[in-house]
Structures are given as structure tokens and as C-alpha cells.
């Protein structure tokens, strides 16, 4: 009758755990990490293929489930240990999710393949010695209530869980980065557009998938500047291939929009301006032109476009050029031209208030970001 208790009470807890991993597997992959798996899959294949991440959620958590069943046969640990099973294939999910963000050096970070590995060989030398109950004997049985045995495997699998999570890729900005090239692929732009907006987190390759979103929306002029621009300037429009680029989503998607001509080793601003000077440019080139002004904080060279391209007067004009010809108005003793909205002028003018009533330079950042941080006013002045 015992020995009966003892055998359910273990199926108990094998079937409990075995549960616990199945669903945190599939969550994990699909809700987490689907991103990484298919930049992992396009750089393996070539671009060849792509990745789906419900069918590929599912099939690697049997695969995996199977490896931890196989594994069971060669150890036949016993009792509560057993969970130690899911080792090896909670270290594979690991490294799988580890995905570098330099995979031009390597797929997968070396610290994470250095550290699985030796967590492997240390199972592996635990799995023989454990076979040999005259030199190495750990009571292993489920002594006491259900719960005890319970408990024991639930907290072995927890910190097997946690190292997968602590070794995987949970860079929010390289997550982004992913999501947006795959939606991208899909022509999927105002999703795209919505990936990570309220992070205040950027980088010069996020920033140049959003510039291209935000183009092919025709928002270039109108949203830019609500979203956290990095350090770079107008040398963050295009891609580069070094700086700032692509992982998975074509670079000559990104140019074709924009003219004939490759940008070869010329700067993005300099590469659009030759093609507008030439007659090469596509409709959308203007937009970037006169946004990388803006990025360089050049309202000289923006204002000498944009007399020439756009009704000044129009109430279609985009809010980050009215707020830049506003600028403009403010700041030059002889402008070329003088732009005046009444809205803008007055919105304007609210912004210098709020930086005249704060004397400490934390204080009046943290007050005007609040109330102008999607301004173009914002980033001239506090970026």
C-alpha cells in the first residue's frame, strides 16, 4: 500500500511539473522570445526562409519535451531528482533564446555557450557519480506529505527557469528592433510604427526602421520627433551596413523608395541630396531631406528646402516643420522668411514660460519633456 502511495504520489508530481514546462516553454517562445528565434532562423537559412511563430512555439516545445524524455531513460534518477531531467533541454531553450546581437561575430553569445556547457558537464559527471550509491547517496525518495515532494521539484524546475530567462536575450531594444523589421516584411507599417512607443529606449537602427515606417505613412514630417531620437544626427536616416542597419529586413527596400542610385559611401544626407540634385530622387526623398536638417539641427539648410517644396500657408503642412519654421522666426534676426501661426506662436511661447520658471536644469528637463517631449522644439533645445 505503500509503495502504491508512493508511485502516485510520484505520477503526481512528474505529470505537475511536466505541465509547468510545457507551458512555460510554449509562453516563452511565443509570447518572448519568437522575435529572436526568427532572426536566428532568417540568418541560418539566408533569408530562405521565415519563421511562424505559433507552428515553431509548438513544434520546439515537443522537440524539447522529447529530449527531456529521452534523457529520463539514460539517467533513470530517481525520486525527486528526476526533475533534474529538464536540464538539458531547459539549457538548449537557452542558448536557442540567447540570440547575439552581433551575430556577424557569432549567433549566440559566448559567456551563454561557456556557462551551458559547463552546466551540461557538471549534470553529466552528477547523472554517473549519482549511479554510484557507495560513493555518492542523496535520499531521493518522496518521503512525507505530497506537498513536500512537491515543493522540492517545483523549486529545482523554478531555478532551471530562471537561468534560461536570465541567459536569454531580453534586450528591449533589440526586441523592438526585430519586431518592427518582421512587420515590416508584411507592409505592416502602422504596427509597426506602434512597437515600443512609449519607451523612452532607442538606438540609431530602431530610429532608422521608424524614419522608413513613418515614410511610407507619410507621417515623416508630422511624427518624428514624438518619438526618443539618438545621438547621431542626420547620419541615422539610412542604413550603412556598419553604424546603423538592418538584421533581417532588406536594406534595397529601404533605398528603392528613395532613387536609382545605391548609397554606396557617400552620408545619408549628402547621398539624398545628390539625388535630388540630379533628378534621381523619388517623391519621399524630400521628407528625409528635410528631416536630416532637422536631425542636424540645421534650420538654415531646412528652411532653403522647404520654401521650395511646400505651401508655407497650407494647414497640411506637418507639425514638426511648422514647429521648426516657428524656431526659425524666433531665433533669426534676418530669416529668409518669417512663418507665423498663431497656434504655433502661442504654444511657442508657452514652452519659453515653462523653461524661464525652473532654475534647476533637472528640474525644468524633467517639466518640459513632460509637456513638449514630442516636440521638435524639445529636441533642438535638451538633445
Not at 61 to 88: C, E
Not at 165 to 176: D, Q, R, S
Not at 196 to 216: C, F, H, N, V
Not at 320 to 347: G, W
Request: charge should be negative; charged fraction near 20%.
Amino acid at each position: 500500500m505503500t509503495q502504491e502511495v508512493k508511485t502516485n504520489n510520484s505520477t503526481l508530481v512528474n505529470s505537475v511539473c511536466a505541465i509547468v514546462f510545457i507551458l512555460f516553454t510554449f509562453v516563452y517562445l511565443y509570447f518572448f522570445q519568437s522575435d529572436i528565434i526568427a532572426m536566428e532562423q532568417h540568418v541560418l537559412s539566408g533569408g530562405i526562409t521565415h519563421y511562424n511563430k505559433t507552428i515553431g512555439a509548438v513544434l520546439l516545445t515537443v522537440v524539447l519535451f522529447l529530449v527531456k524524455l529521452g534523457v529520463s531513460k539514460l539517467t533513470r534518477f530517481d525520486g525527486w531528482i528526476n526533475i533534474l531531467n529538464y536540464l538539458p533541454s531547459l539549457m538548449f531553450l537557452a542558448v536557442l533564446t540567447s540570440g547575439n546581437q552581433d551575430f556577424d561575430v557569432s549567433l549566440f553569445p559566448t559567456n551563454v555557450i561557456v556557462i551551458v556547457c559547463i552546466v551540461i558537464i557538471l549534470y553529466a559527471i552528477f547523472a554517473v557519480l549519482s549511479r554510484q550509491k557507495s560513493i555518492f547517496y542523496i535520499d531521493t525518495s518522496y518521503t512525507g506529505s505530497l506537498t513536500g515532494g512537491l515543493w522540492k521539484s517545483l523549486l529545482a524546475l523554478s531555478a532551471m527557469l530562471l537561468m534560461v530567462c536570465a541567459l536569454g536575450n531580453t534586450n528591449e531594444i533589440f526586441h523592438y528592433r526585430l519586431r518592427i523589421e518582421h512587420l515590416l516584411e508584411s507592409n505592416d507599417y502602422d504596427d509597426a510604427l506602434s512597437v515600443g512607443e512609449k519607451s523612452d529606449d532607442t538606438d540609431p537602427d530602431l530610429t532608422m526602421l521608424r524614419i522608413y515606417a513613418l515614410s511610407r505613412t507619410k507621417q515623416l514630417g508630422e511624427r518624428l520627433f514624438e518619438y526618443p531620437i539618438p545621438i547621431g544626427g542626420s547620419d541615422i536616416l539610412l542604413p550603412d551596413g556598419v553604424n546603423v542597419k538592418c538584421m533581417m529586413f532588406p536594406e534595397t527596400e529601404i533605398f528603392k523608395q528613395l532613387g536609382i542610385r545605391k548609397m554606396g559611401k557617400m552620408k545619408p544626407l549628402e547621398y539624398l541630396l545628390y539625388l535630388e540634385n540630379h533628378g534621381l530622387a523619388m517623391k519621399s526623398v524630400t521628407d528625409y531631406i528635410l528631416c536630416g536638417y532637422l536631425l542636424d539641427k540645421n534650420l538654415d539648410g531646412f528652411v532653403n528646402i522647404i520654401k521650395n517644396k511646400y505651401n508655407l500657408s497650407s494647414p497640411a503642412l506637418p507639425k514638426h516643420y511648422r514647429e521648426a519654421l516657428t524656431l526659425y522666426t524666433h531665433l533669426r534676426s534676418n530669416p529668409v522668411l518669417v512663418f507665423h501661426s498663431e497656434i504655433m506662436d502661442a504654444d511657442y511661447a508657452d514652452f519659453q514660460k515653462l523653461e524661464e520658471k525652473y532654475n534647476n536644469k533637472s528640474e525644468r528637463f524633467s517639466y518640459v519633456k513632460d509637456t513638449y517631449g514630442e516636440t521638435y522644439w524639445f529636441y533642438y533645445f535638451y538633445q
